[in-house]
T-cell receptor, first 111, second 115 residues
């Protein structure tokens, strides 16, 4: 089955700085890679996603890059704000099927 | 659109009893729903895939007789934790895919505490 690894497990940045979270996956058949943000005690919320036929996608302060050859993808958050503090999960999936999640990154943005 | 409702949000039960958790898609039909388990400060672990009208597909290591899944309609899947024990205490969360959308929509989760 798919194995998704995520680093770092915790990340602290100063407000305004950038944050980068990296994930690797094992199954070359995976073709859809979403990122979720989960605040304490709440449900995960999709923040951005990327398909395997795209190398990069950007949505305002959030961007995701994908390297299919190396089987890794990254989340980039620029100009971080305190409200970005949360746990972020990457996931890998064959489109429409089960998602396998990374271990999560707890991001703290220091005002 | 694409709202998933999950009930109860929090349940405390005695060891040895069974607990049923409901996951409903409110404004779309979901032929497939997924059940995840999340321990504190850990990731979401896929437990099973719930298919409407057929048996659920369980991930390796998940006891199907322990975690009973029923997906009797296109808008409802239930997870029953049978003979619950304290080690079953966890956050259980369901998700569904709406139509042609690729991404999941998650339920609000159920915090189960077995005492």
């Amino acid at each position: 089955g798919e194995n998704v690894e995520q680093h770092p497990s915790t990340l602290s940045v100063q407000e305004g700085d950038s944050a980068v979270i990296k994930c690797t996956y094992s199954d070359s058949a995976s073709n859809y890679f979403p990122w979720y943000k989960q605040e304490l005690g709440k449900r995960p919320q999709l923040i951005i996603d990327i398909r395997s036929n795209v190398g990069e996608k950007k949505d305002q302060r959030i961007a995701v890059t994908l390297n299919k050859t190396a089987k890794h993808f990254s989340l980039h958050i620029t100009e971080t704000q305190p409200e970005d503090s949360a746990v972020y999960f990457c996931a890998a999936s064959q489109t429409g099927n089960q998602f396998y999640f990374g271990t999560g990154t707890s991001l703290t943005v220091i005002p | 659109g694409a709202v998933v409702s999950q009930h109860p949000s929090w349940v405390i039960c005695k060891s040895g009893t069974s607990v049923k958790i409901e996951c409903r898609s409110l404004d779309f039909q979901a032929t497939t729903m997924f059940w995840y388990r999340q321990f504190p400060k850990q990731s979401l672990m896929l437990m099973a895939t719930s298919n409407e009208g057929s048996k659920a597909t369980y991930e390796q290591g998940v006891e199907k007789d322990k975690f009973l899944i029923n997906h009797a309609s296109l808008t409802l899947s239930t997870l029953t934790v049978t003979s619950a024990h304290p080690e079953d205490s966890s956050f259980y969360i369901c998700s569904a895919r709406a139509g042609d959308r690729v991404g999941y929509t998650f339920g609000s989760g159920t915090r189960l505490t077995v005492v």
